[in-house]
C-alpha cells in the first residue's frame, strides 16, 4: 500500500502536474499510476533505486515518449494536447551530457539562446549571470571538450535556466562527479530554486543530495511507495535517517510486489 506522506499543498498552483500515469515497455511495466504535483520555489526530490522508472518518467515530461494513460501538464498546458507549446517553461538536465565538446562554452549557451527566440544582447547578459552563479564566467570562451565533468554540468545547469524556466528537470545531474562538486551543484539548485522561485524535480539515489525540508517522492519498481517532505518520510518510517527510510520503504515494495 502506497504510504501518503503529504504535509499540505499550498496555496500556489503547482509547475508539474501528473495524474495516473502508467507505462509499458512491451510486456514490463516501467510506471504504475504515478501522480504527483511540483510546486514553484520548491525542490521535489525524486528518490528510488537503479531501474525505478525515474529516466522513464522524464522522458514523459519531455514528450520523448508519450504518456498513453494518464495526464501531464507543465505550467497548465499539457503537452500532449499542446504539443510543443506547452514545453516552453521548461529546463532540463539529462543524464547524459547533450553539450557539443567541439564548441566553446558561449557557442553552445548562444546556440540554445537561439532556439529559444532570445536576440544576442538579452543572451549574453542572461549566459553572463548563469555562469557567474556557478563560478563558470571565466571559462565561456574555452571548449567544452577542454572542461571536467563537474564544468560541463554547470555549464548544461546554466543552458538550463538561460530561458528563465518555471520547471528545471534534473536527471541524475551528478553522477560521476567528486562529493565537492555535487554538493556546489546541490546547493546552487536549491538556492536558485528559493531564489528564483521555480520547481525543481530532481531525480536521485543519493541521500545527501536531499534536504530535510524538500519535498520527496520515493519511487520503486514504477511505483511512489512515499511522499512528503523528507524529513516527515523519515519520522513516518521510524527510521534513523533517510537511508534508512529508503531501506524499508523499498524493501516493503518489493515485498509486496512478491506476493
Known amino acids: 500500500m502506497q504510504k501518503d506522506l503529504t ?6 498552483q503547482p509547475v508539474l502536474l501528473v495524474e495516473g ?18 510546486y514553484p520555489g520548491r525542490v521535489t526530490a525524486l528518490l528510488g ?8 518518467l522524464f522522458s514523459l515530461i519531455t514528450r520523448l515518449f508519450d504518456a498513453p494513460t494518464g495526464n501531464i501538464e507543465i505550467d497548465g498546458l499539457s503537452p500532449s494536447k499542446v504539443g510543443s507549446r506547452a514545453l516552453g517553461p521548461l529546463g ?5 551530457p547533450t553539450l557539443d565538446l567541439d564548441l566553446t562554452v558561449r557557442q553552445n549557451l548562444r546556440y540554445f539562446a537561439s532556439l529559444r527566440g532570445l536576440k544576442r544582447k538579452e543572451a549574453d547578459e542572461r549566459m553572463a549571470r548563469a555562469l557567474d552563479a556557478l563560478d563558470m ?8 571538450r577542454s572542461l571536467n565533468g563537474g564544468h560541463r554540468r554547470r555549464v548544461e545547469i546554466a543552458r538550463a535556466i ?22 556546489a551543484i546541490v546547493a546552487h539548485i536549491h538556492n536558485l530554486a528559493r531564489e528564483s522561485n521555480i520547481g525543481v524535480l530532481w531525480a536521485t539515489h543519493l541521500f545527501d543530495e536531499i534536504e530535510p525540508e524538500d519535498d520527496l517522492l520515493v519511487l520503486n519498481r514504477g511505483r511512489i511507495v512515499a511522499r512528503g517532505l523528507a524529513k516527515a518520510v523519515v519520522a513516518e518510517t521510524g527510521a534513523k535517517d533517510l537511508g534508512d527510510a529508503f531501506k524499508r520503504l523499498t524493501d516493503t515494495a518489493e515485498e509486496g510486489v512478491a506476493a
Not at 515497455?25 to 510506471?31: D, N
Not at 532540463?92 to 547524459?96: D, L, W
Not at 571559462?139 to 567544452?144: A, D, F, H, M, N
Open 7 to 12: 504535509h499540505g499543498e499550498p496555496v500556489k
Open 21 to 38: 500515469v502508467s507505462y509499458y515497455y512491451g510486456e514490463k511495466q516501467a510506471l504504475d499510476d504515478v501522480s504527483f504535483k511540483v
Open 49 to 56: 533505486p537503479n531501474g525505478a522508472g525515474k529516466t522513464t
Open 92 to 96: 532540463v538536465v539529462f543524464q547524459q
Open 137 to 144: 564566467k571565466e571559462r565561456i570562451g574555452e571548449k567544452v
Open 162 to 183: 538561460l530561458h528563465d524556466p518555471s520547471l528545471l528537470l534534473l536527471d541524475e545531474p551528478t553522477i560521476g562527479l567528486d562529493n565537492p562538486t555535487r554538493m
